[in-house]
């Protein structure tokens, strides 16, 4: 059995004791399997494997000061799971079954949920491939659901503390109308290259604008973007951003403080105009931005002055953390406390 070193740990897969399966056969959700191997075996015609049909989530668990552990926005996740499966043809999971292995898998794996003071969490990534063989481009008859986890350290390794992103314009995360609003992997494997060009010159992740006219907003990385000005939360309104948890529950919050929250089109130049920056997400929550830089047109758009965190990123994302550990009072039903007894 490993010895983790909590504090230390990175934001990457280690192995864990158990993983969870539902297989999706003969139009209808079997029964949830438990099992040991950290393999799959599928047909070598799978439309995952060919087609790209496939589509994943990420929550966290968290072990808490009180010595319970909490899951955040369960049911959420399993919505957006259900959004993605409807987008590219897979049978939904039901948001009972969702739950349910989440928590099981969580409870197979109680040992490696890391204790409150080391700052890491247990992650959990459920995901749903096509394992009916095909070659024509066309929907599989048979699926799998499996789930597993993975204790996480920060995305960042410098953990809550400004980034610095690069505008890079060769490159789309995903078309106008295409699967950007959908949680799958053609999404991520197209900003590989960005992100690349973003780190191999110096930047923390790359910065997309829109495929269409490269004016507005995207998203920063794998990640939504939001700013801050004149008490007001502002995001991206976009058929391509996909629809974060983080960000949703980062605009109540920002509501809850007396903030005014806008969703719309967001031109780059407004980044000029920002008191505060973030590209947020579950791995993260937050990563305040420090500045962004045009690789194009020269044009750099600092956003933190001093290079620190602003007041208010940082009170939103203390006061999210909080409610996840229980610290803060959960108003608006965000999180369950486990039964792992």
Not at 70 to 78: D, E, L, V
Not at 91 to 101: D, G, I, K, S, V
Request: charged share 20%; net charge neutral.
């Amino acid at each position: 059995m490993q010895q983790l070193d909590w504090a230390n740990l990175p934001f990457g897969y280690v192995p864990s004791d158990y993983n969870v399966r539902c297989y999706y056969r003969n139009g209808r959700w079997g029964e949830v399997e438990v099992t040991s191997s950290d393999t799959i075996n599928i047909h070598m015609a799978a439309t995952c494997l060919h087609y790209s049909q496939e589509g994943f989530e990420g929550l966290k668990a968290f072990r808490c000061p009180d010595g319970k552990v909490r899951i955040f926005r369960m049911q959420a996740n399993a919505e957006r799971l259900q959004n993605t499966c409807r987008g590219i043809l897979m049978p939904e999971l039901p948001t009972e079954r969702f739950c349910e292995m989440v928590r099981r898998v969580i409870s197979l794996n109680t040992r490696l949920i890391p204790p409150y003071e080391s700052g890491a969490s247990l992650y959990i990534r459920p995901l749903i491939i096509g394992t009916g063989a095909q070659v024509g481009v066309r929907a599989a008859d048979e699926y799998l659901c499996v789930m597993f986890v993975s204790p996480v350290g920060p995305y960042f390794k410098g953990g809550f503390a400004t980034n610095n992103y690069a505008i890079v314009r060769q490159y789309d995360r995903a078309a106008p109308l295409g699967t950007g609003a959908y949680k799958v992997g053609s999404n991520y494997v197209a900003s590989l290259l960005a992100n690349k060009l973003a780190h191999d010159k110096g930047y923390s992740c790359e910065f997309y604008l829109d495929a269409k006219e490269k004016r507005y907003i995207e998203e920063c990385g794998a990640a939504n973007f939001f700013g801050i000005k004149n008490n007001t939360y502002v995001t991206p309104k976009s058929t391509s951003v996909l629809p974060s948890i983080t960000n949703r529950s980062l605009q109540q919050l920002a509501r809850d403080l007396g903030m005014a929250v806008e969703c719309r089109p967001i031109p780059v130049e407004e980044l000029d105009t920002f008191e505060e920056a973030g590209a947020c997400g579950t791995a993260a929550v937050i990563s305040p931005i420090g500045k962004i830089d045009d690789l194009d047109t020269g044009k750099s758009y600092v956003i933190s002055k001093d290079g620190q965190p602003g007041p208010v990123c940082e009170r939103l994302y203390h006061l999210y953390r909080d409610i996840q550990y229980g610290i803060q009072p959960d108003k608006h039903g965000w999180v369950e406390v486990l039964d792992l007894d």
